[in-house]
C-alpha cells in the first residue's frame, strides 16, 4: 500500500485546497493510505477527516512551520509515508527540507499557477528527484522555461466533482432564478490577475446597450480589489443589476445552467472555476487567454474576447442574453467537455504517477 502526506500551506478553504481535499476523497478508490499536514484555519481537515489515515497541524506562517519540521519529519518515519505531494509553492519549499527524513522518500509537485518561474525560485525547481504536476499545458511550458526537465513533468488537469456539481448547482436560488431575468455570474479572487474591474466596465458597456433581455450580474468573491469595484459600481449606478455575493466556499451553489459565465481572467493556471462552470452545464463567455483556450473550443463549447476588452465582451453577451438556442448549445458541448476532468479520471492518472515514482510492494 502506498503511504502520501499532503501538504498544503494555505490558510482559507479555496479552490488549491478543494483539490487536495478531491484527491483525498478519490485517491482512497485505489488503496492510497493517505495522510494530511495543512493549518487548522483552513478547514481541510475538517472537510477531509474521514477520507485520511493521520493529521499533522501546519504552523501557519514560514518560519512556523520551519521551526517545526524536525517534528514533521519525525511524523514522516514513524508513519513510514512514501511519497509527499505538495499542493502549493510554501509547501514545496517545505517538502524540499525534508526530502532526507527517510530514505527513498518521493517529492511530488503539483503547480497551479501560471507565470514565469522568478530567478530565486529557480533552483527548487531544478532540483532532482522531484515529480511536477502540472494542471494544464501553458502550466508545463512555464515550467520548462523555469528549468524543469520535460521527463520530470506530468501534465495531469485540476479534477471536478461533477456529481457534487451538478447537485449543488443552483442552490442559491435567490441570487440565481429570478423570472425574466437572465443572470449572468463571475467566480473568483478579487484580485488584478482575475479581471473582475474589467468585467464591471464590461457590465456598464452592456446595460448602456440596453439589451431586450433583461439581465443580473453576481460576483461572487473577495480580495484586494473589492473596494475598488464596490466604488465604481456605485459612482456609475450600477447597484440595480450587479450583486456582489463576497467570498465563499460553496461557489458552485451559485452556478445555474440557465445563466451565462463571465470569466474576464488575465492570467490562469486552467481557470477552475471555468472549468465548474462548464461541468454545471453553462454557457461561458471567457478571455482569450492560452489556459481558457485549453478548454474552451471557440464557437463549439464557449466564446472568447480578447483579454482586457471590455467592449468585445459586453458584445459577446449581448449575443448570448439574446439567443437561447445558441446558449443551450454552448452549454451541453461545455458539459461534455468539462466530462474529461471529472475526479475518477484524472485521480487515475495521479495513482499511476504515485505507482511510476514507487512502485506499490
Known amino acids: 500500500m502506498t503511504k502520501v502526506l499532503h501538504l498544503d500551506t494555505g490558510r482559507l478553504f479555496r479552490g488549491g485546497q478543494e483539490q487536495v481535499y478531491l484527491h483525498l476523497k478519490h485517491l482512497g478508490a485505489f488503496g492510497v493510505k493517505q495522510y494530511l499536514a495543512c493549518p487548522e484555519i483552513s478547514g481541510l481537515k475538517r472537510r477531509s477527516i474521514e477520507y485520511i489515515s493521520g493529521y499533522f497541524p501546519l504552523a501557519e506562517s514560514n518560519l512556523g512551520r520551519i521551526l517545526k519540521r524536525r517534528e514533521l519529519a519525525d511524523y514522516i518515519r514513524k508513519n513510514e509515508i512514501q511519497i509527499i505531494h505538495a499542493h502549493d509553492s510554501h509547501s514545496h519549499s517545505l ?128 480580495g484586494p480589489e473589492r473596494q475598488q469595484i464596490v466604488d465604481f459600481i456605485s459612482h456609475n449606478s450600477l447597484a440595480d443589476i ?62 472568447l474576447f480578447r483579454c482586457g476588452d471590455s467592449e468585445a465582451m459586453a458584445a459577446i453577451v449581448v449575443k448570448l442574453l439574446e439567443d437561447s438556442q445558441l446558449r443551450e448549445k454552448l452549454g451541453q458541448n461545455a458539459e461534455k467537455t468539462a466530462a474529461q476532468y471529472d475526479a475518477a479520471v484524472t485521480s487515475e492518472k495521479i495513482y499511476r504517477l504515485y505507482c511510476k515514482i514507487c512502485p506499490p510492494r
Open 95 to 222: 517538502a524540499i527540507l525534508l526530502q532526507g527524513a527517510r530514505q527513498g522518500l518521493r517529492v511530488v509537485v503539483t503547480r497551479r499557477s501560471s507565470g514565469r518561474i522568478r530567478v530565486g525560485s529557480r533552483t527548487k525547481y531544478r532540483r532532482h528527484g522531484i515529480a511536477f504536476i502540472a494542471i494544464s499545458e501553458t502550466v508545463r511550458r512555464d515550467l520548462r522555461q523555469g528549468g524543469v526537465n520535460d521527463s520530470d513533468i506530468e501534465l495531469i488537469p485540476s479534477m471536478l466533482d461533477l456529481a457534487e456539481i451538478r447537485n449543488r448547482s443552483g442552490m442559491k436560488t435567490a441570487l440565481t432564478v429570478a423570472p425574466g431575468i437572465i443572470n449572468v455570474i463571475s467566480v473568483g479572487a478579487l484580485d488584478k490577475e482575475k479581471g473582475f474591474m474589467d468585467a464591471v466596465r464590461g457590465i456598464k458597456n452592456l446595460s448602456d446597450r440596453k439589451p431586450s433581455q433583461a439581465f443580473r450580474y453576481i460576483l461572487v468573491g473577495d
Open 242 to 303: 450587479i450583486s456582489m455575493v463576497g467570498w465563499s466556499d460553496d461557489a458552485s451553489s451559485f452556478l445555474n445552467k440557465d445563466a451565462i459565465y463571465l470569466a474576464p481572467s488575465h492570467r490562469e493556471g486552467l481557470g477552475i472555476g471555468l472549468l465548474k462552470a462548464m461541468g454545471a452545464g453553462m454557457a461561458v463567455v471567457a478571455s482569450d487567454i492560452s489556459a481558457h483556450r485549453e478548454l474552451i473550443e471557440e464557437g463549439r463549447a464557449g466564446l
